[in-house]
Structures are given as structure tokens and as C-alpha cells.
């Protein structure tokens, strides 16, 4: 019998989480780990891991077919250009001081698409052979643009079988004409409420009319377009968050159930207010207390709250082909299912590149509407976008759940080859997944029952917590 590579993790209560390169775990001790590094398995070990599908008896056999099927499943591969996000200006109405996409005042002139690049715009998306579309508005303020949000979605229902919009606003200043526009069937809205009124005024709007007035327009977009069409970020500064409950209990109340919470990036005019040292590190303190909060407060409560990012991730241990979300997958193949049309008509693969490019670092401008798509040095990016064989990924069990983000590397460093565990993305992320394990051998009943609802099944199955004594 053939065992597959095993990697291994200790954990706070003394016993060690195994995992391979499939995904499939369990939890052992160290005198199972002597045994597996010294080639002394036993009887009862062999049957463990041929059971459990960590070992094969032959190449060819079905547990090694089935192994290699889980692998595979895992990783990522890039389909079709159907997901599109378009910077129609950079003007906004507001002056975020963490803002991360170097937005200009309402006012300033030359950061709008014109009438050319509008023009050139469409013609790309003419060009586009996917069947449905998926467009994103950003900004800046997209809603200062309705003229450019009207002819891109005119054209999109004669050229798509199906469509999405969405527009990231801040609904700060709504006309009636934006209202119009965000009432329609295949529009969505996106904005942003940091944590509570009280974070928000401070770090947003600056004023009690203004925090009224978004107050208002938010409440309006709830109840007018429906809770399933809006959803809400925030952006939270590690170093000065809002309480947790205050969070939970402020979006609870306005009925929504999923919160994403977002540290200050480190991009655009952020990195020059706001210090990124031991970012993870404080980062990983509140995302915890969240986490629990959240457990204290399901337990009670009617109707569940989810931290999104905490249950992509869980979902990603429990499950392979969860790929859906951009942030995170293996390997992290950008500028090709997705890319970024910037204010000038420039493509971006992700919109943490505009902003790498925008602060003078590197250019990682990939063509542009007028000429065409230049993918020379994504590509070559993207060729380093795996962590399967990175030194500092090989030997952690979390690698089949992770992944990796080579332009917040370049961002923060510089460089893309620093030391993986020495990485704001890699310390966030061994946080997150130590947590989810804390949480699936937890006999603890609140963590069991936010476990089930976070993972959409009736109960958890305690099948979920393998374990080899």
C-alpha cells in the first residue's frame, strides 16, 4: 500500500490536523506521525488511511482515480471572459481617507470615459463570445455616469442571453434618474456601511446630514429594490474597528444576513494614510472576536448572520470546486475569467492592479479598449500563480483550501517572491483555516448549530471531525 503525501499541523489542544493533497483531513497525534515519518505504520493505520482515501494500493486503482479526481476538482481553471468591471470615471462625492482606488473630487475633469472610449468599450464587449454577462460598475461614484451605466446595459440585452449588473455606489446622492436605473430587474446594488453609523460618520461622511442622508437612501434601497438586491461591505480599520455586536446587530437590523468584513486595503490613497505593519496580526485578533460574536449571537437569533469570507473558506475545506469567489483560488489565474476596463480605457486583471499601476509601482496595465487585450506580463504573473509547489505552501494542510494573490504581494513588497508565512495574505488566511478547525472539532452545541447553518446542511455531522487514535 501507497500512502499519499500527508501534511500536518499542530494545534492549540496538543493533537496534530493531517491533510493531503486532496483536501481530505484528519486529526492524529504525534505518536501516529512517528509512525507514518518512520515507515512503522500499523495494521489499524493502513486501514484508516485506505478507508479514508489517503492511500492506494496500485496506480491505476480506483482509490488512486478517485484521489486524483479530488485533486483535480480543486483546482482552478479559468473559463470564459464573462465577468467584466467598468471604471466609467473616477469622480466621487465623497473623500474616504482609506479609499484604495485613488478617486478624484466630483468636479475634476479628465477621469471619464469619453465618448471613444465609451465607443471602444462596446466594441470589446461586442467581441466577447460568452452567452451571459456579468458587469460591475465602479468608480469612483458610477452613479455620476448613468449616460455610460444606460448604453452599456442597452447594449448588453442585445448581445448577451443573460445579464447581470451591478453598481458599487455609495448612495450618498441619489437623483430619481439613478433610483430608475437601480430599479431594474437585473440590476443590483453594492455599497458600503462601515460596521455601524457611528464608524461610518467618522470614516466616511464626516457629517450627521450626510450619514442621514445615506441612512435614508439605504433604508430606501431596502425597502424599494428588495434585500436580496443590496448588498453592503465594510471597511474596517484594525487598529480603530467597531465593536463586533454593534456590527452584527446594525445589519441584522436592516435584514441583512451576510457580512463581509474588509480590513483597510493597502492600495491607492490608503497605503499613504494608514500603516500596514502587523496589519494581519491585529487583523486576525477582531476577525476571531467576530467569528465567536457571531456564534453567541446565532444561537439566539431568529434568523442566522454569516462573515462571508469565513464561510467561502469553510466551504472551500468541506467541498472542492468552490472557485467562485476572485479572491481566492488555486491556482489564481487572473486577466483572463475577469478583467478591469479602468477610467481611460485601460484593461486591468484585477482591480488591485489598477491600483499597483495608478501609485507608480509596476505597470500592470494589460492593453486597452482601442488597441486590444496585451496579456504578456500577466501571463508571465500568472505563471507563478500556484501555490502547489511553493516552498512555504508545501508542507501546510491548508494548502488544497488556499491560494494565493501575487499583486497584494506586489503591492505590499514589492516582490513576489518573499517568504510565504512572512505574507499579510498567508497569516490572514493560516488564521482563518486554524479557526474553521478549532470549529469542526468543537463538541461546543452554538458552534455546532452556526457550523451547519455556514456550511447549508440541517446539523452538523460530527463524520465532518475524522479522527485516527
Not at 493505520?45 to 483535480?72: C, I, S, T
Not at 474588509?262 to 491585529?282: H, L, S, T, W, Y
Not at 508565512?421 to 452554538?446: A, E, G, N
Request: with cysteine.
Amino acid at each position: 500500500m501507497t500512502v499519499f503525501p500527508l501534511r500536518f499541523r499542530p494545534s492549540r489542544s496538543g493533537d496534530l490536523l493531517f491533510a493531503d493533497d486532496a483536501g481530505t483531513y484528519f486529526k492524529s497525534d504525534n505518536d501516529f506521525l512517528t509512525r507514518y515519518a518512520l515507515g512503522r505504520l500499523t495494521a489499524e493505520d493502513k486501514f484508516f488511511l485506505n478507508h479514508n482515501g489517503h492511500a492506494f494500493e496500485e496506480v491505476g486503482d480506483l482509490a488512486y482515480a478517485g484521489f486524483e479526481h479530488r485533486f483535480a476538482s480543486r483546482l482552478y481553471t479559468p473559463g470564459q471572459l464573462d465577468y467584466v468591471i467598468l471604471v466609467p470615471t473616477l469622480r466621487c462625492n465623497l473623500a474616504c481617507g482609506y479609499c484604495q482606488v485613488s478617486r478624484v473630487n466630483e468636479n475634476t475633469s479628465g477621469f471619464d470615459w469619453d465618448e471613444p472610449t465609451l465607443d471602444a468599450g462596446i466594441r470589446f464587449l461586442n467581441g466577447l463570445s460568452t452567452r451571459k454577462i456579468k458587469i460591475e460598475f465602479q468608480g469612483g461614484e458610477p452613479t455620476l455616469r448613468l449616460d455610460v451605466l444606460d448604453r452599456v446595459r442597452d447594449f448588453c440585452l442585445t448581445k448577451f442571453e443573460t445579464c447581470e449588473f451591478v453598481v458599487c455606489t455609495n448612495l450618498q446622492d441619489m437623483s430619481e434618474d439613478a433610483w430608475r436605473f437601480l430599479e431594474l430587474p437585473d440590476v443590483f446594488v453594492s455599497t458600503s456601511l462601515d460596521g455601524d453609523m457611528f464608524t461610518h460618520e467618522s470614516q466616511r461622511t464626516f457629517s450627521p446630514d450626510k450619514t442621514q442622508a445615506f441612512s435614508s437612501n439605504l433604508h430606501r434601497a431596502l425597502e424599494q429594490l428588495g434585500s436580496d438586491k443590496v448588498s453592503a461591505l465594510p471597511t474596517i480599520n484594525p487598529h480603530r474597528p467597531p465593536p463586533t455586536r454593534s456590527v452584527i446587530e446594525t445589519y441584522a437590523s436592516l435584514g441583512m444576513r451576510s457580512i463581509y468584513l474588509r480590513p483597510i486595503n493597502f492600495q491607492g490613497f490608503a497605503r499613504k494614510k494608514f500603516d500596514a505593519a502587523a496589519a494581519a496580526e491585529v487583523w486576525n485578533v477582531y476577525h476571531s472576536a467576530f467569528i465567536d460574536d457571531l456564534i453567541e449571537y446565532n444561537w439566539t437569533a431568529n434568523l442566522a448572520v454569516e462573515e462571508y469570507y469565513f464561510v467561502h473558506c469553510l466551504r472551500r475545506v468541506l467541498r472542492s470546486g468552490h472557485n467562485g469567489h476572485v479572491d481566492l483560488r488555486n491556482p489564481n489565474i487572473v486577466g483572463h475569467g475577469y478583467l478591469v476596463v479602468d477610467y481611460d480605457g485601460k484593461f486591468y486583471p484585477t482591480d488591485e492592479a489598477r491600483m499597483v499601476t495608478r501609485v507608480g509601482q509596476f505597470d500592470l496595465s494589460m492593453g486597452n479598449v482601442f488597441d486590444g487585450i496585451e496579456r504578456t506580463t500577466i501571463d508571465t504573473l500568472n505563471s507563478e500563480a500556484l501555490n502547489n509547489y511553493h516552498p512555504d505552501c508545501l508542507h501546510c494542510p491548508y494548502q488544497p483550501f488556499c491560494g494565493v494573490d501575487l499583486i497584494d504581494d506586489l503591492s505590499r513588497y514589492g516582490r513576489i517572491d518573499m517568504p510565504k508565512h512572512l505574507t499579510d495574505f498567508c497569516q490572514r488566511h493560516t488564521h482563518i483555516f486554524d479557526k474553521i478547525f478549532s470549529m469542526i472539532y468543537s463538541d461546543d452545541p452554538k458552534v455546532r448549530k452556526s457550523m451547519a447553518i455556514w456550511a447549508g446542511v440541517p446539523h452538523f455531522d460530527e463524520a465532518l471531525a475524522r479522527w485516527h487514535r
